[in-house]
């Protein structure tokens, strides 16, 4: 039977109107509401139309209700910014993200959450360092950050969407956390944003935290303290801090230029005027909205093992989106840039994959 919600879905992936999908399909606005709402039943040639439109497989449409992503507890760190229907298109990602979720797991075991709840804590410099400490990680810098949280049992991917204004989000499902990264941002903001939402799924778990921008300070003082620990920096920093020392050292911390001059800044290293000067400094060098001097993108351990080992049983990308029926692209979109050959060692394993019996 025709699946109204998942013609909803379809249409927000692709960022459409319901005028849009209309002009697409041939068929008018108001047929495409009531399709929407069931109140029409369409026959197999709008189906039809309604998959070439929107570049979905038919099947897709007779599949079962997806359960829904509460969005108050989803946190978006650019909600201002954002306009409906690119958070409609990164919330509809999300539902896919838990579909391809549950078919992995029936075939494999991943690693279960160990993240604290810090819901009571307002502090993010103690929380950050609560979370270390849980995890025995000292106050060295974190080699792989993606890595690291996929151990602990956090589900990561990607968003395929080109826009400046969808960073990341996170939110909870079934004791089950999961991140969602735009990796269209150089390698070091990814980073940040990666711990930025560990701030959230540890400190606001139980929070509603759409558009507060305080919870948005405080998930960065998180992930600043838990990338760039104080006694690190400060032993590591040198006494006198130019530009170019900044950009020298940002590298230790994997962190963007930006944030260890801010990072510096907060722990009293630079004065105000110092750190307004360095900004403006940084700026002209280009290292406002990039990095020219960057560093190697992170990828996934989890999504690497798993796609190896799913090809070692001739089972591919192509198969696993015959399963979801979704498109080839949805799923590439999910993955995109947290897969592929990666030089550096497995700091953190992730050997608790395992095919299920």
């Not at 760190?77 to 990164?90: D, I, Q, V, W």
């Not at 941002?185 to 759409?210: C, N, P, Q, Y």
């Not at 307004?276 to 351990?301: D, H, W």
Request: glycine share 6%; proline share 4%.
């Amino acid at each position: 039977m025709f699946n109204p919600q998942r013609l909803s879905l379809a249409r927000m992936r692709r960022r459409l109107t319901a005028k849009a999908l209309a002009s697409l399909t041939g068929l008018s606005a108001d047929t495409i509401s009531r399709l929407e709402r069931g109140t029409n039943v369409p026959d197999d040639s709008t189906v039809a139309r309604l998959a070439e439109g929107l570049r979905y497989p038919p099947s897709f449409f007779a599949q079962p209700e997806i359960d829904a992503i509460d969005t108050e507890a989803v946190s978006f760190r650019s909600f201002s910014k954002m306009t409906a229907r690119e958070r409609e298109a990164a919330l509809a990602a999300g539902v896919l993200g838990l579909q391809l979720t549950q078919l992995i797991e029936r075939h494999f075991n991943l690693p279960e959450a160990d993240l604290l709840d810090l819901s009571r804590e307002t502090n993010p410099e103690v929380a950050a360092a609560a979370v270390r400490q849980h995890w025995s990680l000292g106050e060295k810098p974190i080699g792989n950050v993606i890595g690291l949280l996929e151990t602990k049992g956090v589900r990561l991917f990607s968003l395929a969407e080109n826009t400046a204004s969808v960073n990341a989000f996170s939110f909870w499902r079934e004791e089950k956390p999961f991140i969602f990264l735009n990796n269209f941002k150089t390698a070091e903001s990814s980073i940040f944003d990666t711990a930025h939402e560990l701030g959230h799924l540890v400190m606001h778990r139980m929070a509603d935290i759409r558009g507060i921008r305080s919870v948005e300070r405080e998930a960065d003082q998180f992930a600043s303290a838990f990338l760039m620990p104080e006694n690190d920096v400060r032993a590591r920093l040198p006494r006198f801090l130019t530009v170019d020392a900044v950009i020298e050292m940002k590298s230790r911390w994997r962190v963007s230029a930006m944030a260890l001059a801010r990072r510096a800044y907060t722990l009293g290293r630079l004065t105000e005027w110092q750190y307004k000067s360095m900004c403006i400094e940084l700026g002209r060098r280009g290292y406002r909205s990039s990095e020219p001097v960057g560093i190697a993108r992170e990828k996934s351990m989890v999504w690497k093992k798993v796609l190896t080992q799913l090809w070692s049983e001739r089972v591919t990308k192509d198969d696993l989106a015959k399963q979801l029926a979704i498109p080839v692209d949805e799923l590439e979109g999910l993955i995109w840039n947290l897969t592929g050959d990666d030089s550096r060692p497995d700091r953190y394993s992730v050997g608790t994959i395992r095919a299920v019996s």
